[in-house]
């Protein structure tokens, strides 16, 4: 079951088309954002689906939705005991209404969702995307900021990195509109429908500011882009502050590329012997176990075989596919001292696996920066219907640590025994020791005290906590721009576009 998706993410089970398990996050309206089983099955490629192919109608779609989450679906007792599916044009609406009560009850915040086999698998085995290549969030006075640009996509090559604020946006240079006359008449919706579909060719004009002021009109056209999970320019390094090192790593999303820079980054700090680390998730949706898992043992050391990473745990008629990891430490592992990860509340799922999992051996040796997180303690399984190129991502798990600790549907900052309020400062670029959250990271490596984050739920953005109107605008709070049907990539990188 390692490679369940616990993703804004199983076992093989021979008769079902289930190939990955996640903890990525959810989607839809307020979404947060998630690997495969053991063994994992080879995925096999997938024709584009006719409305003839055998299965494959709206009515068989709709039908064969229902029958799996009734033999998987976690919270079965929300289920309807029926529900007509002719009123629904659409398979993704049925399964809104079919798992609405769950939905009610805060358990499945649009975790459960139809996608395409074939986009997925391209997302988690190479990061494939389209798009222009940055991480949108909005702040409460309807201004656009790029959080984030990804190596290889058309923005960062147009000069447009973290900080960069959207002012209009077009398709040519005679029809643009501003962010706030899109937001005032069509809200959010409507800026994701001007940036256009996710498409190769998909162009759009853009007046953007830069962090120093200048203004400029540019027309970048989206791309098919592999996605770095470690970035190349700040993904993983060793800090030097105040005398001391501390080890750095940023991952962007949990996917199998991740593997290598991460055994390379843990590595040089076992090298260097550094002990005192932080983790960046601070916009990580989740994605594959399998990932989160070769975390934990890249922070198992010193760690017994016999010492739980996590616990898998299905509903009670389907206990045999429970499961748990172990640590499993290798030749990169280190044994850490303190660590302090950075979070928010696009960190979501498997980066929740990964934060949770160590409370339990370091106690308040590990931290939370930054604000609260999602709240994503359940992972989806994959049920294929290759016909359609439909894959099913159920809601058929939980995922507790050693202590069993695991109802963090509120996000993780009570389940937390030391945290720091921090913002997510965008004029500096990501790791830098003066950007607020890497600031406050050292500060509570190095034993300073500060203000515990809040217990309250939060929206998939950055830092709800700090989020005064007086704050400079770079560091006031924003949410992770979203669509309402975000693709894969859009789900396990939220803000992506």
């Known amino acids: 079951m390692r490679n369940s998706r616990f993703g804004r993410g199983l076992s093989a089970i021979a008769a079902l088309a289930m190939v990955s398990s996640c903890g990525g996050g959810g989607g839809g309206p307020a979404s947060g954002t998630g690997g495969t089983p053991t063994p994992t099955p080879t995925p096999t490629p997938t024709a584009t689906p006719t409305p003839t192919a055998a299965g494959c109608t709206l009515r068989e779609r709709q039908d064969w939705a229902f029958a799996q ?24 609406d049925y399964i809104d209404a079919l798992t609405a009560t769950a939905r009610a009850q805060h358990k499945d915040r649009y975790f459960t969702y139809l996608t395409s086999i074939a986009q997925e698998d391209a997302y988690y085995n190479s990061g494939s995307s389209a798009g222009f290549g940055i991480r949108l969030g909005l702040t409460s006075t309807n201004r656009l900021f790029v959080t984030e640009a990804f190596e290889g996509g058309p923005a960062l090559a147009a000069g447009i990195d973290r900080g960069t604020e959207i002012t209009a946006i077009g398709t040519s240079s005679s029809n643009l509109r501003s962010v706030s006359d899109i937001m005032t008449t069509s809200g959010s919706a409507g800026l994701t429908d001007a940036l256009g579909p996710d498409t190769v060719g998909t162009s759009r004009v853009l007046r953007v500011v830069s962090l120093t002021g200048a203004t400029s009109t540019v027309t970048i056209t989206k791309t098919e882009f592999a996605l770095d999970p470690v970035s190349s320019r700040y993904g993983a390094k060793i800090i030097s502050d105040g005398g001391q090192q501390f080890g750095y790593i940023n991952l962007r999303t949990f996917i199998n590329p991740a593997e290598q820079p991460l055994k390379d980054a843990f590595l040089r700090f076992r090298t260097n012997g550094i002990t005192n680390i932080i983790i960046d998730l601070r916009y990580n949706g989740g994605g594959l176990i399998s990932v989160a898992d070769l975390m934990g043992d890249l922070m198992g050391a010193n760690r017994a075989p016999t010492d739980v990473w996590e616990y898998m745990t299905f509903r009670p008629e389907k206990s045999a596919q429970n499961s748990n990891h172990t640590f499993t430490p290798m030749s990169q592992s280190i044994a850490p001292t303190k660590i302090a990860f ?8 498997a980066s929740e696996l990964v934060i949770n999992g160590m409370v339990p051996y370091l106690h308040a040796n590990a931290a939370l920066i930054g604000s609260n997180t999602y709240g994503k303690p359940v992972g989806q399984i994959a049920i294929d219907k290759s016909a359609c190129d439909d894959r099913f991502r159920v809601i ?18 009570s389940f937390m025994e030391a945290s720091c309020q921090a913002g997510d400062d965008i004029s500096y670029q990501l790791g830098d020791p003066n950007e607020q959250s890497t600031r406050r990271a050292l500060d509570y490596l190095k034993g300073k005290s500060c203000t515990p984050v ?8 950055v830092s709800p906590q700090v989020s005064k109107a007086q704050l400079p605008v770079s560091q ?21 576009f």
Request: negative net charge.
């Open 69 to 92: 989450l009734k033999e998987w679906y976690l919270f079965p007792d929300t289920l309807p005991a029926s529900l007509d599916p002719t009123p629904y044009t659409s398979v993704e």
């Open 342 to 349: 950075i979070g928010g509340g696009g960190t979501a799922s």
């Open 396 to 413: 058929a798990f939980a995922i507790q640590n050693a202590a069993h600790n695991g109802a963090y549907y509120d996000g993780l900052a």
């Open 454 to 461: 809040t217990a309250s739920a939060s929206a998939p953005g």
């Open 476 to 496: 006031q709070s924003r949410q992770l721009l979203t669509p309402d049907r975000p693709s894969t990539p859009q789900r396990e990188v939220p803000g992506l």
